[in-house]
């Protein structure tokens, strides 16, 4: 694995939600980084779900979203196709994941990530060569 970091949906809700404000600075703090280095990637589903998230939560936001969406398909996300299917299913019977969470592990594993970034796993954790980084717990530079 390599030192690329996928993005997880969550991340980049927090990069805009201002309800949490140390949360939406560790976020941002990350999206930024991961700008500067180039080191960021994700998938079509996390750009799906933030979309989606963002017109129900904020609605007046829809095309800054939009915007967003648009800069973040310079990070080449990965589609989804019948390899990452398979490899989502693997993954869930294996460590019993959801469905939606194993395709971002599928997701992240198919872009050559070494590490994940999302607070909806064990920080710490390593699957298979992907180490799971909590945004909230860990700063860039520590990786």
Known sequence: MSG????D????????DESDQ???????AWREW???TRRGRLSV???QEFYS????????VKEAARLEIGDLLRWKPVSMNGALLLSAW?????YGFSFWDSLIVA????SLCGFLLSEDFQPGQNIDGLLIVSPFHTRPDQI
């Open 22 to 28: 140390q949360k939406q600075e560790r976020a941002r």
């Open 90 to 94: 693997q993954l869930q019977d294996r």
């Open 4 to 7: 690329l970091v996928f993005v």
């Open 34 to 36: 991961l700008w500067e």
């Open 53 to 60: 998230n963002v017109c129900r939560k904020w609605p007046k």
């Open 45 to 47: 589903q996390v750009l």
């Open 107 to 110: 997701a992240a594993k198919a």
């Open 9 to 16: 949906t969550n991340v980049l809700l927090y990069a805009v």
